[in-house]
């Protein structure tokens, strides 16, 4: 014959702290190995060319102009849009290496006197190296 004592057996539970703890460790990981695509906040329309370009530029300058004419350097936007202010905005940016890349990313809809007041800025700094950023040809 069975005596009960009187106790309650004990009911299983699920601890939640070490669950949490887990969990808490993925995001954190997902977080810092993310890689974050870097692309610019305008929307631009490039221009379009048939040639291919194989160049790897490594870290290039960017200079954005967009369909106003407003330039930017970088994610830094050039409140004036004279030859002096932009120069003096790209070598506050770029300091004095001379030889980086400079990539040129105009709008197709941008005017034609602020790309050639931006490539006239970059040419009187001394820089060299510039690529006009464009997109392939739409095949029909």
């Given at each position: 014959?069975?005596?009960?004592?009187?106790k309650?057996?004990?009911?299983?539970?699920?601890?939640?702290?070490?669950?949490?703890d887990v969990v808490?460790?993925?995001?954190?990981?997902?977080?810092?190995?993310?890689?974050?695509?870097?692309?610019?906040?305008l929307k631009l329309v490039l221009?379009?060319?048939?040639?291919v370009s194989d160049a790897d530029p490594g870290d290039p300058l960017t200079?954005?102009?967009?369909?106003?004419?407003r330039f930017f350097i970088g994610n830094n936007e050039v409140l004036k849009r004279d030859v002096g202010s932009l120069?003096?905005?790209?070598?506050?940016?770029?300091g004095d290496d001379r030889t980086r890349p400079v990539v040129?990313?105009?709008?197709a809809r941008t005017?034609?006197?602020s790309v050639v007041t931006a490539m006239d800025a970059l040419g009187q700094l001394g820089f060299t190296r510039l690529s006009i950023a464009t997109t392939p040809e739409a095949k029909p």
């Open positions: 014959m069975r005596l009960s004592s009187g309650v057996p004990d009911e299983p539970e699920i601890n939640l702290v070490s669950l949490i808490f460790c993925l995001i954190i990981f997902l977080v810092v190995t993310t890689t974050f695509d870097h692309r610019s906040a221009p379009e060319s048939q040639a200079v954005l102009v967009d369909a106003e004419g120069k003096e905005a790209i070598a506050r940016v770029a040129l990313r105009a709008d005017p034609h006197q």
